[in-house]
């Protein structure tokens, strides 16, 4: 329903969203593929690990969420996902760039809370259906600083494939963003489009995160 945010729901019933739930299959994808890529490498890798079990719990907390939207699903869905900005980009501080795990953890911090404070300010500036994507915003630009930031230190190769991965977050962000704006000509919405596409966008920055040389 136009009320629970998403264009599909149109009931309460649990497979009122098919296509948002299904699309939540793109998650453990992502997560089997880089658990896959990350065995071939023939070293454990810790951090990178649990993020990408982290990915699994993303897929399932978002399937629950589509098909049961209360306030603990809610909880189920985001708190992963702002857990996973979280630790990514403290991660990136460390891996790509060569800052001290206590720094890249600082840095990480400031990172979400920053991204926090331009959601509450860009939020209001948004049409009604557009301003629960503004969370969103921050993460886009950090992306983009993380990419730029992994050039200057001479890492071309991870700053492409982190600047690759930022495009595909702005494509999947206009998906989340438009799905209210178009429920008139798409009737079942754009919200799945959201989910295959950070699916990929996930498995991306795992990716680049387990092919990055360690910077020290």
Do not use: K
Request: hydrophobic share 60%; aromatic share 12%; glycine share 10%.
């Amino acid at each position: 329903m136009q009320g629970a945010g998403y264009c599909e729901r149109l009931s309460s019933a649990f497979w009122a969203e098919p296509l948002n739930a299904v699309s939540n299959a793109a998650f453990l994808l992502a997560a089997l593929l880089a658990f896959s890529l990350l065995r071939r490498q023939g070293y454990r890798d810790w951090p990178v690990e649990g993020l990408t079990a982290l990915v699994a719990i993303i897929g399932v907390g978002s399937f629950l969420f589509h098909t049961m939207p209360q306030r603990w699903t809610l909880l189920a869905d985001v708190v992963p996902i702002q857990l996973f900005a979280l630790c990514y980009f403290g991660l990136a501080l460390n891996r790509f760039l060569g800052l001290s795990p206590l720094l890249a953890a600082i840095g990480a911090v400031v990172f979400l809370a920053a991204c926090f404070s331009l959601a509450a300010g860009l939020a209001p500036l948004l049409p009604t259906g557009m301003r629960s994507s503004a969370g969103y915003a921050g993460f886009l630009i950090g992306l983009a600083g993380v990419a730029f930031a992994a050039r200057l230190h001479g890492d071309a190769l991870t700053a492409a494939r982190i600047a690759i991965a930022g495009l595909v977050f702005a494509l999947s962000l206009t998906f989340r963003s438009l799905d209210s704006a178009l429920c008139g000509a798409v009737p079942f919405g754009l919200h799945w489009g959201w989910h295959l596409l950070n699916g990929l966008l996930l498995y991306l920055l795992l990716r680049a995160a387990i092919l990055a040389p360690r910077a020290g």
